[in-house]
């Protein structure tokens, strides 16, 4: 099936009060405690895909991805289990939402709203295959859903502010994890993190793996924020 040409072409972006309700819609989902245990998911989604994806591009063979209801997931890779492709592979989870959120950021900076959703929604769909269990595939569907039927059924501006809210909600909301991480690590928790692992790949302390998906996620919500603010 063709591409709409309009999936290619640039479309207005909402007025600034708009942009910024998105941001305080983005907000509520990632602060209060209860909204986050469900919108968590989301960002998982695109942690695991963050794993997948480097898994892939640097070589190593990807064997499944799996979405829990407590919002952990598992993302299974072969290949040599050192080297900077595990290194690479390993990192990129807490790094994902934001780098993919500043990207979304970086498609709405040059009105490319409905580009942005097309390609949320491809992203979706080829992680769905390598989805193995049915929390996961449905959690990924239902996501996929929402992106599909809004660049189908809703009128430009609707699909602005969804589009809007969708990159808010990868910068903040990838902010939050890694405090999390630091919390649990703090507190004796978490002994096989991302942090973890990658510190003894490298023998470069957890904590400056954390420092790093500290300043990743800053940074791209800076970057993004200014981007989308239009500053």
């Known amino acids: 099936m063709p591409m709409p040409p309009e999936v290619f072409g640039t479309q207005p972006a909402p007025e600034q009060w708009l942009v910024a309700a998105a941001a305080a819609l983005a907000l509520v989902a990632v602060v209060p405690r209860s909204l986050w245990r469900l919108s968590r998911n989301a960002i998982t989604i695109a942690h695991e895909g963050g794993h997948g994806l480097i ?4 070589g190593r063979r990807l064997d499944g991805i799996r979405l829990h209801s407590d919002t952990s ?5 072969r290949g040599k289990p050192t080297g900077i492709g595990m290194i690479l592979t390993t990192a990129a989870g807490y790094t994902a939402p934001s780098l993919l959120g500043l990207g979304g950021a970086w498609l709405l900076a040059d009105h490319r709203i409905t580009l942005l959703l097309w390609v949320a929604t ?7 295959v390598m989805i193995r269990n049915a929390y996961g595939a449905l959690t990924v569907i ?3 859903a929402a992106f599909l039927l809004v660049s189908w059924l809703t009128e430009p501006m609707v699909q602005a502010v969804f589009a809007y809210a969708a990159v808010w909600f990868l910068l903040l909301g990838g902010v939050r994890p890694a ?3 630091q919390s649990k690590r703090r507190h004796g928790g978490a002994p096989d993190s991302d942090a973890d692992q990658l510190s003894r790949l490298t023998n470069v302390p957890a904590a400056m793996w954390l420092f790093l998906f500290h300043a990743v996620s800053l940074c791209s919500l800076i970057g993004g924020g200014r981007w989308l603010l239009g500053l």
């Open 142 to 144: 239902l996501t996929g």
């Open 73 to 77: 997931g598992l993302t299974v890779s």
């Open 179 to 181: 405090f999390e991480l």
């Open 55 to 58: 898994a892939l591009v640097t």
């Open 122 to 128: 491809a992203l979706l769909i080829a992680m769905l």
